[in-house]
């Protein structure tokens, strides 16, 4: 498959959406990816997470891990393709960890992914986390890189998709300045 198939695939699943958006990074934009409209379609996902599998196939990995909640999908399907384990980190209050019994072992080859790159906040954490258990990092693979290429994570990375979408601060984002509030995603009664 190419990139632009990778990027028909969102826009079909209806994954891309247009509006004004607050990003989990607090910054704002007019372009959401809303991963689990992809995610609903289990063979559409399957293709995704089987391009991210074979780009990392030859690294070997030990356990692949995902950050709840889109994460724990992605993990799943891309370590079925790579034939090892799948465990995910879970956020409780301000931090990522391991609950459930989940745990890297010193020495264990691990390949992180995540759906969305934005900022690169939540795979910085999942490396930290896995730098503190002894993980020795093969890759990290994700569906959507939209930094615009700004994210060095210093291990080998591999978005599927690159989109270039501008991000705001609240303070300087057009939308906002011309008084237009955000676009609910879905969620009843929150933005």
Do not use: W
């Not at 196939?57 to 994460?71: E, F, K, N, Y």
């Not at 992914?113 to 986390?129: A, K, N, P, Q, Y």
């Not at 979408?165 to 303070?171: E, G, L």
């Amino acid at each position: 498959m190419t990139v632009e198939s990778y990027e028909n695939i969102l826009k079909e699943s209806g994954a891309v959406l247009t509006g004004h958006f607050l990003l989990t990074s607090g910054l704002h934009s007019d372009t959401y990816v809303e991963k689990f409209r992809l995610l609903q379609f289990p063979l559409l996902t399957e293709k995704l997470c089987k391009a991210i599998a074979e780009n990392f196939a030859t690294t070997a990995p030990h356990v692949v891990v995902g950050a709840a909640t889109g994460g724990i999908i992605l993990s799943h399907v891309v370590a079925r393709f790579l034939s090892c384990r799948s465990i995910f980190a879970e956020r409780e209050e301000t931090s990522l960890l391991f609950r459930r019994g989940f745990k890297i072992e010193e020495g264990e080859r691990v390949l992180i992914v995540d759906d969305v790159v934005t900022t690169g906040g939540s795979i910085f954490e999942m490396i930290d986390l896995v730098v503190k258990q002894g993980g020795i990092i093969v890759g990290i693979g994700v569906l959507i890189d939209r930094s615009g290429g700004k994210v060095n994570f210093g291990f080998p990375y591999f978005p599927l998709v690159k989109l270039d979408i501008p991000t705001f601060k609240p303070d300087a984002c057009p939308k906002c300045l011309q008084g237009i509030p955000l676009t609910s995603r879905g969620r009843t009664g929150k933005k």
